[in-house]
C-alpha cells in the first residue's frame, strides 16, 4: 500500500523527533510568547510605579523648556538629540525585561534549540495549493473558534469590570484632575489584568493545542516505522553480511590459537579439535580451536606448519568437537586427553602438573 494512503497511527519514534528537532519543527505557540512578553512588561510597570509618571514629569519639563520665551529655535536639534537619549536609558528596562520574557517563553517551550534550518527558505510552502487546503485545515478552525471565543470572553470581562463602577461616572464631574486621574488608572489597571488572566487561559489551551497538533503530524505509518528500523539497525542483507564479517574475524582468532596449542585431535579425515593445557593458569585442558571438513585440513596444516602433534582418535575428537571454544574439557574426557598429552611432553621433555 503507497505510504500516503496509510493511516499515521504510530506514535513517533526517538529518531523521528529528533531529525524534526534539528529541522526546527517543535511545538510553540505565538500567544504563549506574546501573553508572556506582555506580563513581564505589565508587572515591570506595577513594579517601577515612577515610571508613568516620571515620564509625564519629564514630557511637562520638556513642553516648559518649548514655551519658555528664552528658547532659542536653533537649539533644537540638541533637544530632541537629549530627549532620545533620555526617552532610550528609560526604555532599555523594558527592552531587557521583553527579551528576558521571549527567551524565558522560548526554553519553556523548545528546551535548549538553536538551529539555522528554519531561516532556509523552503519554496515547497508558497504552493497556492497547500495554502488553500491550509485554509480549511482543523488548525484554521480551530483558530477561528478561538479567534471568536476571545473576542466573546473580552467583551464580557470588560462588561463586568466596568459595570459596578457605571454609578461613580457622574461623580467626577465633581473631582478635581489628580482625583480623576487616581480613578482611571486603578480601573485601568484592573481592566488589564482582568484582560490578561484570560488571555493566558487561552494562551494555555493554544499551548495544549500546539502540542496536541505536533504529536499528531510527527505519527508515523507502520511502513515508516519498518523503514526507521532498516536504517538503524540495518537491513537482513546487511546484518548477514555482519554476522558473517565476525564469524570470520572469530575464526582468524582461533586460527591463531593452532600453533600455540599442545595437541590437535582429529578423527582424522573430517574433524580436529586444539587441545592447550597450562598447569599454572588452568584447571583443566581447554579447546583452543576446532572445526569440521576444510577448516579441520586447515587446522592439521596450520598445525604440521608449528610443528603441533596430531593424534588420530575419532570417538575422542567427536566428543571434544562438542564442546564450545576457551571451555575445559568434563572430568569424563580427563583420562584419554591425559594419555595423549602425557605422550606429547615425553615426547618434548616435559611432565603434567
Not at 487616581?182 to 500546539?210: E, H, N, R, W
Request: aromatic content about 10%.
Amino acid at each position: 500500500m503507497p505510504e500516503e494512503l496509510q493511516e499515521r497511527t504510530e506514535q513517533a519514534t526517538p529518531r523521528r523527533r529528533e531529525k524534526a528537532r534539528q529541522k526546527g519543527e517543535v511545538p510553540r505557540s505565538r500567544e504563549l510568547t506574546g501573553i508572556i512578553g506582555t506580563w513581564m512588561i505589565f508587572l515591570y510597570f506595577v513594579f517601577s510605579g515612577t515610571f508613568l509618571i516620571s515620564i509625564m514629569q519629564h514630557m511637562k519639563e520638556a513642553f516648559t523648556r518649548v514655551k519658555n520665551p528664552e528658547f532659542v529655535a536653533s537649539a533644537i536639534i540638541t533637544i530632541i538629540k537629549d530627549e532620545i537619549k533620555w526617552y532610550f536609558i528609560q526604555f532599555l528596562p523594558i527592552g531587557g525585561v521583553l527579551l528576558f520574557g521571549v527567551l524565558l517563553v522560548h526554553f519553556i517551550q523548545t528546551g535548549f534549540l538553536f538551529t539555522g534550518a528554519t531561516l532556509v527558505p523552503d519554496v515547497s510552502k508558497i504552493s497556492p495549493l497547500k495554502g488553500i487546503k491550509k485554509l480549511f485545515s482543523l488548525n484554521a478552525l480551530f483558530e477561528t473558534i478561538k479567534g471568536i471565543l476571545k473576542l466573546v470572553a473580552l467583551g464580557i470581562v470588560i462588561y463586568f469590570v466596568l459595570k459596578k463602577d457605571v454609578n461613580i461616572l457622574p461623580l467626577l464631574i465633581d473631582m478635581d484632575v489628580k482625583a480623576i486621574a487616581g480613578i482611571s488608572f486603578q480601573k485601568i489597571y484592573q481592566l488589564i489584568l482582568a484582560c490578561l488572566i484570560m488571555l493566558t487561559v487561552f494562551a494555555g489551551i493554544d499551548f495544549a493545542y500546539q502540542r496536541w497538533q505536533y504529536e499528531r503530524n510527527l505519527r508515523m505509518t507502520k511502513q515508516e516505522i519498518k523503514e526507521e528500523f532498516k536504517e538503524t539497525e540495518g537491513s537482513p542483507m546487511v546484518r548477514a553480511r555482519i554476522r558473517s564479517l565476525q564469524r570470520e574475524m572469530a575464526r582468524k582468532r582461533m586460527m591463531q590459537e593452532v600453533p600455540k596449542a599442545d595437541v590437535v585431535i582429529t578423527n582424522p579425515l573430517h574433524l580436529a579439535v586444539c587441545i592447550k593445557y597450562d598447569s599454572k593458569n588452568m584447571n583443566a585442558p581447554e579447546v583452543v580451536a576446532k572445526g569440521a571438513n576444510l577448516l579441520a585440513e586447515r587446522i592439521k596444516e596450520i598445525a604440521r606448519a608449528s610443528g603441533v602433534p596430531i593424534y588420530e582418535n575419532k570417538p575422542l575428537a567427536r566428543a571434544l568437537y562438542r564442546i564450545p571454544l576457551g571451555e575445559e574439557i568434563p572430568e569424563a574426557l580427563y583420562k584419554a586427553v591425559a594419555t595423549i598429552l602425557a605422550t606429547v611432553y615425553k615426547i618434548k621433555g616435559r611432565q603434567i602438573a
